[in-house]
């Protein structure tokens, strides 16, 4: 069954019936057409065009997913060849198969050499569920050997599962590709505005460059421009859409896409850069959490406190170490305000801020902390995340 539908897969590629549609991106600040997604659709010869979602699946339960990949990556290199001096930016989906394909990066290395191509035009997508589940240190020697070819890679469906902070932080990744469920509501529900605004946090600590995708209305695209994006994508400004098509708007017609061009009318300087730093200036200590994954990072330290917390690590093993160095009696009270248990607890309760006074030795000192957390759910899963906010209020002997 499954290999039947595979030589229907391999004969349309062989017949041409499996094409490379292509999506724009654009510019956040400039609104000019600045790179493009490819993306599998299926043309059967009766005129009829099946998308990926009903074919990919099937062939990603086994590696025969690749050979779909590199049919798109070839036609992708072409492609930009093609462009000549007009080429953009192309990035190719890459399923989790390719991180344990031995030669990945030697099969790269040969197309681009091939079509002659850029290597930097050339961008590589891959699923941050497909990062998390393999080991990091096959990862890592993956990620930095296609980085190293000068191909640039993202990270895609960032934020869907919020597992893998850890590993982000420690790869060679050029941008993070965030998840198009952030924008569900149109960005008008708070609780899910404030954790995409927790991604770009995230993303402008590590010097990466961000992506949205989905972009349908012009409220999300001007909720957007508030923050440190560097490309849209979404039906918005345009559908994938064919070669010849986007040929023509990518080389002779590239004007910005929406009419009254919101885009343009914004600067570079970004309200929620000035935000953000005006709270890392009132606050020594910032911490993101998943209360339900049990996992933390530390988004901001000030430069001249130690406080001996690891960068990322496990809530509880936090809370155990900041019980051990609390004074006597205020190793209590920190567990039934600020444990994780403590946490979710008030969260169920209906509570969506806990603040509390904890002490903590520090030197030869005692501190003296007002903390407030922020709880709010994940905006597509059953999780709970996390801001909490320190200040020192006082360090003195007692
Ligand atoms: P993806 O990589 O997350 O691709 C983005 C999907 O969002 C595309 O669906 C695109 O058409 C759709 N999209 C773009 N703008 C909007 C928008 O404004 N609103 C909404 N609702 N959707 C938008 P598509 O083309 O159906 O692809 C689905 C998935 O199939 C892709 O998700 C990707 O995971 C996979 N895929 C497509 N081509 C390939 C391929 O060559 N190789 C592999 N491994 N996977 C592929
Ligand atoms: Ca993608
Ligand atoms: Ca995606």
Redesign the pocket.
């Known amino acids: 069954m499954k290999s039947e539908f595979f030589n229907q897969i391999i004969n349309a590629i062989e017949t041409k019936e499996l094409k490379a549609f292509y999506?724009p991106q654009y510019d956040a600040n400039s609104g000019r057409l600045i790179s493009a997604?490819?993306?599998?659709r299926w043309e059967k010869s009766d005129g009829t065009i099946v998308?990926?979602?009903d074919f990919?699946p099937v062939l990603?339960e086994t590696d025969a997913?690749c050979t779909?990949?590199w049919y798109?990556a070839e036609e992708v290199c072409r492609t930009i060849h093609e462009m000549g001096e007009f080429a953009i930016p192309i990035a190719?989906?890459?399923?989790r198969w390719h991180i344990r394909e031995a030669d990945f990066s030697r099969k790269l290395r040969v197309l681009i050499d091939t079509y002659d191509i850029e290597p930097g035009k050339l961008e590589v997508?891959i699923?941050e569920s497909a990062l998390a589940v393999e080991d990091f240190s096959l990862v890592e020697r993956w990620a930095t050997e296609v980085v190293d070819l000068g191909v640039k890679l993202s990270i895609?469906?960032f934020g869907s599962g919020f597992t893998s902070l850890q590993f982000v932080k420690d790869l060679p990744v050029d941008f993070l590709k965030i998840d198009?469920a952030f924008l569900a509501d149109n960005c008008q529900d708070e609780r899910g505005r404030g954790t995409l605004e927790t991604v770009f946090f995230f993303a402008s600590k590590l010097n990466l460059r961000t992506i949205v995708?989905?972009?349908?209305t012009l409220q999300q695209l001007k909720f957007l421009q508030n923050m440190d994006c560097d490309r849209v994508?979404?039906?918005?400004f345009s559908?994938?859409i064919r070669k010849e098509d986007f040929l023509v708007i990518a080389m002779f017609d590239n004007e910005p896409a929406v009419e009254e061009n919101p885009l343009a009318a914004v600067g570079t300087f970004s309200s929620n850069t000035a935000l953000l730093n005006v709270i890392r200036n009132e606050y020594q200590l910032i911490v993101f959490g998943n209360l339900i994954k049990n996992s933390y990072y530390l988004m901001s330290q000030s430069d001249d406190m130690t406080f001996g917390t690891s960068t990322a690590g496990v809530i509880d093993d936090m809370t155990e170490d900041s019980m051990a160095n609390s004074p006597k009696g205020y190793d209590k009270i920190y567990y039934d305000n600020l444990s994780r248990q403590a946490l979710i607890n008030a969260y169920n309760e209906g509570r969506t801020r806990v603040e509390v006074q904890v002490k903590q030795y520090y030197q030869d000192k005692i501190m003296t902390l007002f903390t407030v957390v922020h709880l709010m759910k994940h905006p597509t899963k059953n999780d709970i995340l996390m801001v909490g906010l320190s200040r020192v209020i006082s360090l003195g002997d007692e």
Do not use: H, R
């Open positions: 999506q997604e490819a993306l599998a998308t990926p979602d990919i990603e997913i779909l990949d798109m190719v989906n890459f399923s997508e699923t895609d469906d198009k995708e989905g972009v349908e994508q979404g039906y918005l559908k994938p």
